[in-house]
């Protein structure tokens, strides 16, 4: 399967402040998403991130609050804004259609923990 | 829409126990179904999946089959090891280039 970096791997911010998240995929996917754990709960998605076009929101996530860039099909980022505790989480990225990776199944990566203080 | 549902964690088991965790799922057509692994302060990795009724997915020792009579996915491990301790997330997908629906996880503690 393909590998998957994040960075950073985790970080300490300021509220009011944004935070750039970084995915990098070893070789071409065709998908990929972001996906948010709050703490001690299970995994929510906020977005997938279209090469070339604006993401795909999930109800309840928004585009100025989580600005996501995909700019090639190795390489995303997701950004989160104007920060609040209520922010702290891990964040993670997952791709799908890796080359010799089946289409239907989803990687993922380490995750980025964030905590808003 | 879509569902999954696990049995509530903690499980805490003595090594070479045996080890189910019941997953059931709601959704229309054929999912395919998957379960992930979460060690502490890491990511989610790959355990097994299945992608049709009455297939099997299996790997390091963990088994799960796709029983679309039932909609379960149970995952069994016939002798648990202290390095199984973990959350496990039973996930479905309706298909390709589709969200996963996660279930809330099961933690799993194994004890010597």
């Known amino acids: 399967s393909a590998v998957i970096s994040q960075k950073p791997s985790r970080d300490i911010c300021q509220r009011g402040t944004s935070l750039t998240i970084q995915c990098q995929v070893d070789?071409?996917?065709?998908?990929m998403f972001w996906y948010r754990q709050q703490p001690g709960q299970s995994l929510t998605l906020i977005a997938t991130a279209n090469q070339g076009s604006e993401a795909t929101y999930e109800s309840g996530f928004v585009i100025d609050k989580f600005p996501i860039s995909r700019p090639n099909l190795t390489f995303s980022t997701l950004t989160v804004s104007n920060m609040s505790p209520e922010d702290s989480s891990i964040y993670l990225c997952?791709?799908?259609?890796?080359?010799?990776?089946?289409?239907?199944?989803?990687?993922f990566g380490p995750g980025t923990r964030l905590t808003v203080l | 829409g879509n569902s999954v549902t696990q049995m509530e964690g903690p499980v805490t088991l003595s090594e070479e126990a045996f080890l189910t965790i019941n997953c059931t799922y709601t959704a229309t057509g054929y999912p395919s179904l998957f379960w992930y692994v979460q060690y502490p302060g890491e990511g989610l990795q790959l355990l097994l999946k299945?992608?049709?009724?009455?297939d099997k997915g299996s790997n390091k020792g963990f088994e799960a089959t796709y029983r679309k009579e039932t909609t379960s996915f149970h995952l069994e491990k016939g002798s648990v090891q202290v390095s199984d301790s973990a959350v496990y997330f039973c996930a479905l997908s309706p298909g390709t280039a589709s969200k996963l629906t996660f279930g809330t996880g099961t933690r799993l503690q194994v004890t010597l």
């Open positions: 070789s071409q996917v065709t998908m």
């Open positions: 299945a992608t049709k009724a009455d």
């Open positions: 997952s791709v799908e259609g890796a080359r010799d990776s089946s289409s239907d199944t989803q990687y």
